[in-house]
């Protein structure tokens, strides 16, 4: 494995036990009220009964377990053994076992790990880009994993945020960045509240938004839309506020930049 890729992947294996735990993810709460995805996603792709989804980078499986609530099949695959163990204990503890599976594989390796099947809808939740040096190889596996006629929902960090420093202040980063130039961090906290990691080094990758429409378009999907918003879903910058329920909003007086972006794209046939 590229060993820049290794070290993320001990620094996510070490972060799956602080979040299981942690009152940002509230893992009790979320058993106890069940939710579907959120009604936003749920507008665009619709009626996911019987379908079959694959969520890449489906950390400890909640937002992919999300989909099972509605009827679809899912799919979660992540490289963190620690993530796919409890992905797996979380959809018994939910009861979502029989239309969930958990799989442990690099993105890049994702055809080959699932056999190559293909499905009805690949779905990327936020924090997931920033973790691979090539978006041009990740729109190839997207393209592989999808039926024809099926869908991509992307929703995720915006890149131009991505190139602020942590107090959200001044660019600090490339917008353009290339594999070979990955944003090396050391940091002993995690996005959530809890216990610090050990496995600290992490290297991250900027991907301007041409890239990743490019991504996809030059694999043959469809681009059915590209939104950008100026709400995200964690504390990013000090400055953002909540609204109580996991959405961070800029405040009256600052600059409105995007903070993610949502895009959908869609297999032809
Ligand atoms: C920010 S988390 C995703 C969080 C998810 N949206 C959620 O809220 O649960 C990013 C995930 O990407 C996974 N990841 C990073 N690089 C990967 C790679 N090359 N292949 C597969 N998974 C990877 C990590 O293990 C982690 O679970």
Redesign the pocket.
């Known amino acids: 494995m590229d060993p820049r890729?290794a070290a993320?992947?001990l620094n996510?294996d070490d972060r799956v036990a602080i979040h299981t735990e942690s009152e940002f993810y509230d893992v009790d709460g979320w058993l106890a009220d069940a939710p579907g995805p959120p009604p936003e996603e749920l507008a665009v792709l619709g009626d996911v009964a019987g379908k079959t989804l694959v969520h890449l980078?489906?950390?400890?499986g909640?937002?992919t377990l999300r989909w099972a609530r509605v009827g679809a099949m899912v799919t979660g695959?992540?490289?963190?053994p620690a993530?796919i163990r409890e992905a797996t204990l979380l959809a018994q503890r939910a009861g979502l076992s029989e239309s969930s599976t958990f799989v442990c594989?690099?993105?890049?390796d994702a055809p080959a790990a699932l056999s190559d099947h293909r499905f009805d809808v690949v779905y990327v939740?936020?924090?997931?880009l920033c973790?691979?040096p090539d978006v041009a190889a990740w729109g190839e596996v997207v393209a592989r994993l999808l039926n024809p006629g099926g869908r991509l929902y992307l929703h995720d960090v915006h890149p131009f945020s991505a190139t602020l420093d942590d107090e959200g202040e001044q660019v600090a980063y490339s917008y353009f960045t290339r594999p070979d130039q990955p944003i090396v961090g050391d940091y002993d906290t995690t996005y959530t509240d809890g216990a610090k990691l050990t496995s600290t080094e992490t290297y991250e990758w900027i991907h301007p938004m041409g890239a990743v429409v490019e991504s996809l378009i030059s694999r043959g999907l469809v681009l059915d839309s590209l939104v950008e918003h100026d709400w995200t879903v964690f504390q990013q910058f000090p400055w953002l506020e909540s609204d109580g329920s996991h959405r961070y909003f800029i405040p009256e007086g600052r600059p409105r930049i995007p903070l993610t972006f949502t895009v959908l794209a869609h297999a032809p046939g």
Do not use: E, I, K, T
């Open positions: 890729l993320n992947r996510w980078q489906c950390h400890f909640m937002d695959l992540d490289f963190s993530a594989s690099d993105v890049y939740s936020l924090g997931a973790w691979l």
